[in-house]
């Protein structure tokens, strides 16, 4: 049972152009949702965060959007570079019972020159 | 500047070894996890521990055991590597429930 679901594993966005990245959830006690970006080899590192409390969360070239009654978030970048190159991963935190965080499969953006 | 340290960054073992994954962090959080990750796929949470003496087995099951002795010291270890054991381990730490800080992990290759 997947909590979280990224429906598209790769994304290919032109230099400059916006990327948007997509998640949908099912557990409607989610009230927290992260952004994390991987690089091969590496791990993940925090991006962007939202509370449920929001709509919209803003931080320099990224923007994430929560849309509650649809259980959809999505991640912008704009404008697209080059080092945004990398597996996005959506999680949100449960924290009943085990406390943890469920990720999605990921997306693979690749941005072109 | 990291955090929390994952040794060896690449492992190269042979079918029946013994391993050990090192993890350790220098935050002083009670939280610690591992998770397991193939390419393309989601990460899975193999164990995690609440503290010291505290450790439960995550959503997916392996075969892979932790111990947790130590606040900063979590490692993850293998009695006998097989094939199937081939993926990329990331030990992630967290003073709650709302974000991780995650090592660089281990990709582990077991021939």
């Known amino acids: 049972d997947q909590q979280v679901k990224q429906n598209s594993p790769s994304l290919s966005v032109q230099e400059g152009r916006i990327s948007i990245l997509n998640c949908d959830y099912t557990?409607?006690?989610?009230?927290?949702f992260l952004w994390y970006k991987k690089y091969p080899a590496e791990g993940p590192t925090f991006l962007i965060s939202?509370?449920?409390?929001?709509d919209k969360n803003e931080d320099g070239r990224f923007t994430v959007f929560l849309n509650k009654s649809a259980k959809h978030l999505s991640l912008h970048i704009v404008p697209s570079q080059p080092g945004d190159s990398a597996v996005y991963f959506c999680?949100?935190?449960?924290?009943?019972?085990?406390?943890?965080?469920?990720f999605g499969q990921g997306t693979r953006l690749t941005i072109n020159p | 500047e990291a955090d929390i340290y994952q040794t060896p960054r690449y492992l190269v073992i042979g079918t029946g070894k013994k391993i050990t994954l090192e993890c350790s962090q220098t935050?002083?959080?009670?939280?610690m996890y591992w998770y397991q990750q193939d390419p393309g796929m989601e990460l899975h949470l193999i164990h995690y521990?609440?503290?010291?003496?505290?450790?439960e087995k995550g959503d997916l099951s392996s075969e892979s055991t932790v111990s947790r002795i130590r606040t900063e010291h979590f490692p993850l270890t293998l009695e006998s590597a097989r094939p199937s054991h081939t993926s990329q381990y990331l030990c992630?730490?967290?003073?709650?429930?709302?974000?991780?800080?995650f090592g660089s992990g281990t990709r582990l290759t077991v021939v």
């Open positions: 992630a730490s967290s003073a709650n429930t709302y974000g991780y800080t």
């Open positions: 557990n409607s006690m989610f009230d927290y």
């Open positions: 939202i509370s449920s409390i929001k």
């Open positions: 999680a949100a935190p449960i924290i009943q019972g085990a406390q943890k965080l469920v």
């Open positions: 935050m002083g959080h009670d939280k």
């Open positions: 521990s609440y503290g010291v003496n505290s450790t």
